[in-house]
């Protein structure tokens, strides 16, 4: 397991923001639905969205009727999800923080959700600060995507392949795309040790330039012009008409403490 914690950096996503909420894949709403029947949530229920981006969890639980608190450390963020909650006409409360600010008087929580966020945390110690906040009756869902290796995500591996290699010139580890950690070893060695996982698969159509916006909302060194056209020149050689096929799964690893009552 990959137990290195990158060095906090609370603005690692400002300039990440802008294509973020355009070219990240949501989390369907059955996924959101699962969560939170598996969370035996009801409207009115608190619920954190820890690392919220844009705001795709917040703003799905909102929907649902719950009392969302959307924490992000970077403004841009927080301004784009607080647009997107009005233009979905749910209300929200913003709050500039991640797993770094938590502290033992917030709460309690019914559900804290973390949409590929937990990688960027130190995983034990933001677990154990949760474990003081959620409620006793409470959750946590850490929500991830995964690309099956098949061909219809070739794309997917080159445009991994190219922002590690962006990476290490720049003189960074890889944290980009597909730089994902297993929750379940830190989960499993937390309070919140009883795991339930859930799953649904989207298939959906793409062009480059949709490809380079989901390389762009990466938290990567500044792209530059070389990186762009090298990525460009790729998907091109991949597919000369520019169109491609995306298969990913959406998941959610829900987490409770052992004994916990059940919904």
Not at 85 to 106: D, H, I, K, N, Y
């Amino acid at each position: 397991m990959d137990t290195a914690t990158p060095p906090y950096d609370p603005r690692r996503f400002r300039d990440a923001a802008a294509y973020y909420e355009r070219y990240r894949l949501a989390y369907p709403d059955r996924l959101i639905q699962r969560v939170a029947a598996i969370a035996g949530l009801k409207p009115g229920d608190a619920v954190l969205d820890l690392g919220c981006g844009t705001g795709f969890l917040a703003i799905a639980f909102a929907r649902l009727g719950m009392r969302v608190l959307a924490g992000d450390p970077e403004p841009a963020m927080l301004e784009a999800a607080g647009e997107a909650a009005r233009r979905a006409g749910v209300s929200v409360e913003l709050w500039q923080g991640g797993s770094f600010e938590l502290t033992p008087a917030m709460g309690p929580y019914r559900l804290v959700t973390m949409g590929r966020s937990f990688h960027w945390m130190d995983g034990a110690a933001t677990l154990a600060m949760l474990d003081r906040i959620v409620a006793p009756d409470g959750a946590i869902a850490l929500f991830h995507d995964r690309h099956p290796d098949m061909d219809e995500n070739a794309w997917f591996k080159l445009l991994c392949e190219d922002c590690t290699a962006h990476q290490r010139r720049a003189g960074q580890g890889k944290r980009g795309a597909g730089g994902h950690r297993r929750y379940e070893p830190f989960l499993l060695a937390s309070a919140f040790c009883e795991i339930e996982t859930a799953s649904v698969l989207v298939r959906q159509d793409l062009t480059i330039e949709d490809i380079v916006g989901r390389a762009f909302s990466q938290a990567l060194p500044a792209p530059t012009a070389q990186f762009e056209a090298d990525l460009r020149a790729g998907l091109t050689a991949l597919s000369p008409d520019g169109r491609f096929t995306e298969i990913a799964e959406l998941v959610a690893v829900v987490a409770r403490r052992p004994g916990a009552k059940q919904p």
